[in-house]
């Protein structure tokens, strides 16, 4: 009988693991098909929707915030905005990390330095720098890296791997990889 009782036991937790599990899914399904709404959106308050579909910006955005839990609104959110390529979307993420990637991936995107800008994190914000300048080809967005002498050569070092411009290689101010640039190893 004991046995019975404990294999009872076992099978009530595995079903409540199971449909916990369940939930957890179908919120996790509701988050994404916020976020893929978005990809026909229509004109919204944004001024970025490009779509024809019937759903707008705003209404996918609402979608995006009376999800579950946090975690998987500001997901939904990061979604919608970089596939809108809006950053004013980005700015209804509340966790500043959250925030910050969105941004830098919006502003990759579309290289855009403007939006590093709104980046808080600094490293973040170098990194997004690096990246927009590469993406765009413009070496003085490296020069607004900030307090990262290394994240700045980087930056340039990087940038003159893209253009094939060693001429770029000057403006690093480490030897180690300044030579490794002119050597184009």
């Not at 070092?157 to 290689?169: I, R, T, V």
Request: hydrophobic share 35%.
């Amino acid at each position: 009988m004991p046995k019975k009782i404990a294999l009872l036991g076992l099978f009530v937790l595995l079903l409540v693991f199971a449909a916990g599990c369940g939930q957890q899914a179908s919120q996790e399904n509701k988050a994404a098909q916020a976020s893929n709404d978005a990809g026909t959106a229509g004109g919204s308050i944004f001024g970025t929707g490009t779509g024809t579909g019937t759903q707008t910006l705003d209404s996918a955005l609402a979608d995006c915030k009376a999800l579950g839990t946090k975690t998987e609104t500001e997901s939904c959110i990061s979604s919608l905005a970089e596939r809108e390529k809006s950053g004013a979307v980005c700015a209804e993420i509340e966790t500043v990390n959250v925030k910050d990637k969105c941004y830098g991936n919006v502003a990759n995107t579309l290289a855009d330095k403007n939006l590093c800008g709104s980046i808080v994190t600094e490293t973040i914000r170098n990194a997004c720098y690096s990246n927009v300048a590469v993406a765009s080809g413009d070496a003085a967005t490296c020069e607004l890296i900030e307090n990262a002498s290394q994240a700045k050569d980087q930056c340039y070092y990087e940038l003159a791997k893209s253009k094939n411009d060693k001429a770029l290689c000057e403006k690093i101010y480490g030897s180690y990889l300044k030579k490794k640039c002119q050597t184009g190893a």
